[in-house]
């Protein structure tokens, strides 16, 4: 298989169907390769429309909604980024390629171990081991912050941790009926919601118990 084709065939025929057409983001999907940030032997699946599983029965996410994603939050060269699940890292490229900084935080030691072989060459990135699911509290506050998994509802901490014009994008419900948003702080005490699709995505596993959190 030619990946290269593979990939723009990615984009031509799944995400810029799902309305991502900022040039910006589709650009960067096509210099990216995301083959690299699958697990072995799945290669030839990375520019499908599936959810690649990355081991402990999480999941990468498809890639038109990770383009949505991006889109919505519009990130800049100005913005530092939490990303709360790590994951195969390809999101937290494609983000950190967009933006200022990334801190990205994973709860399974292994998988971010092969993030951090995949992202090595980044400067900008820091990878961090814990659990975050329901707030990660570093004393630091962001202008954008990626859920890589689904919540219930909305954690106020995450709201909170937000600088004002902040973007905080989040998939909250339950299966199979979840809805994916972008909240916006608009000042101290006021927030903004966008709401951008409906789809399913794997839980934080500790979003209902305040225990863990995976990808």
Not at 199 to 204: H, M, R, Y
Request: hydrophobic share 40%; aromatic share 8%; charged share 25%.
């Amino acid at each position: 298989m030619n990946l290269d084709q593979a990939r723009f065939f990615m984009v031509e025929q799944q995400i810029r169907p799902w309305d991502v057409l900022d040039p910006k983001i589709l650009d960067l999907i096509m210099d990216i390769p995301r083959h690299l940030f699958v697990e072995a032997g799945n290669e030839e699946l990375a520019y499908s429309d599936i959810e690649l599983p990355i081991g402990h029965e999480q999941f990468m996410m498809a890639p038109k909604i990770e383009g949505r994603l991006l889109q919505a939050l519009d990130i800049d060269e100005d913005d530092c980024v939490l990303e709360i699940g790590t994951g195969s890292g390809y999101l937290t490229a494609l983000m950190a390629n967009l933006g200022k900084s990334v801190t990205s935080v994973e709860l399974y030691e292994d998988i971010l171990n092969h993030a951090k072989t995949r992202l090595a060459s980044y400067q900008n990135i820091e990878l961090l081991s814990g659990d975050a699911a329901n707030g990660w509290e570093d004393g630091h506050k962001y202008d954008v912050i990626v859920l890589t998994g689904s919540t219930p509802t909305v954690p106020q901490s995450y709201k909170e941790q937000l600088n004002l014009g902040g973007r905080l994008a989040i998939v909250t419900g339950n299966a199979p009926a979840m809805t994916a948003q972008v909240i916006t702080r608009i000042s101290d005490q006021e927030w903004e919601t966008e709401t951008l699709f409906e789809t399913d995505l794997k839980p934080l596993i500790s979003s209902h118990s305040n225990s863990k959190f995976t990808f």
